[in-house]
């Protein structure tokens, strides 16, 4: 009898572990969380290099796909470029309409606002793209020795202007860090027929940045002083492999943590 009893005890227990790991307790996913969306302007020249931007979301829901949580059916929300930016309480699953464009008060890579129908389901990352403002504009070299870089380099395009102050040359990297940065001179302007048509720039120290590619970036002066780009293309960085990672720690076995994000666009902050 009293290994019976002991027996069904066990039992119990195996049955109350089990209903605790199937979908109860922490491990259950919020209703109500919507989704993520993260953005990224792509060069029309080639769409295969996709840089990281801030920008206009705007999202529409059309149908269901079966049964939905959440409320939330239509969304027009600025994206910083930091991190993902998150639509709490959407309706889910269902096919969403999700638009990415240039944003409310500029500072967005993009030029155009882009469309697309996606089935988006609970949790999901959305990852949306615009065509970027590197239209019409070249850089020459586009492929520079980070230690031995040329003295200048040429900018060919329109929409540079210096009304309100010298215009900007950032180097960013993929995640919108600037890693180098100078000032355009008006001796570097050239103009054709009453405006400029492209920016003779110095080559600003690349000592810091390894091999990759970056975005080359003319930022004009806007009004209010703040940097406005206007014109990006790709470049890509050679002669400085990055160091190898250092060795895992030793820490016995721990898992060690971390959560590994990245992403503040600060290219046009900083």
Same mark, same amino acid.
């Given at each position: 009898?009293? *290994? ?11 049955? /109350?572990? /089990? ?18 969306? #993260? ?26 796909? =079966? ?27 269902? /096919? ?14 993009c030029l155009t606002f882009e469309t697309s129908d996606r089935h988006v389901t609970l949790n999901s990352l959305q990852t949306l793209t615009c065509r970027g403002i590197s239209v019409g504009l070249t850089v020459t070299p586009n492929t520079i020795d980070a230690l031995n870089p040329p003295a200048t380099v040429t900018?060919?395009? *329109? =929409? ?15 995640? =919108? ?11 570097? /302007?050239?103009?054709?027929? =009453?405006?400029? #048509? ?51 720690? #030793?820490?016995?076995?721990? #898992? ?15």
């Amino acid at each position: 009898m009293k *290994k019976s009893l002991q027996i069904s005890v066990f039992l119990v227990l195996v049955t /109350l572990f /089990l209903a605790g790991c199937s979908g109860g307790g922490n491990g259950t996913p919020n209703p109500n969380s919507g989704f993520k969306i #993260d953005a990224y302007a792509y060069n029309p020249n080639n769409p295969s290099v996709l840089f990281h931007t801030a920008g206009n979301v705007r999202g529409q829901f059309i149908q269901p796909d =079966g049964a939905t949580t959440g409320t939330i059916e239509s969304f027009n929300q600025g994206y910083s470029g930091i991190g993902y930016l998150v639509i709490n309480s959407a309706r889910v699953p269902g /096919l969403w309409r999700l638009t990415l464009g240039p944003d409310f008060l500029g500072g967005s890579l993009c030029l155009t606002f882009e469309t697309s129908d996606r089935h988006v389901t609970l949790n999901s990352l959305q990852t949306l793209t615009c065509r970027g403002i590197s239209v019409g504009l070249t850089v020459t070299p586009n492929t520079i020795d980070a230690l031995n870089p040329p003295a200048t380099v040429t900018f060919s395009g *329109k =929409g540079v202007q210096n009304t309100f102050g010298e215009p900007n040359l950032a180097i960013c990297d993929e995640f =919108g860090n600037v890693i180098a940065s100078t000032q355009v001179q008006a001796n570097q /302007l050239l103009w054709v027929g =009453g405006e400029i #048509d492209s920016v003779v720039v110095s080559t600003p120290d690349l000592s810091q940045a390894y091999d990759g590619t970056y975005m080359a970036i003319i930022r004009n002066v806007g009004p209010d002083g703040t940097l406005e780009a206007v014109g990006a293309s790709p470049v890509t960085i050679y002669g400085n492999p990055p160091p190898p990672p250092p060795p895992p720690p #030793d820490d016995g076995g721990g #898992d060690g943590g971390g959560t590994g994000c990245q992403g503040p666009d600060v290219c046009l902050e900083q």
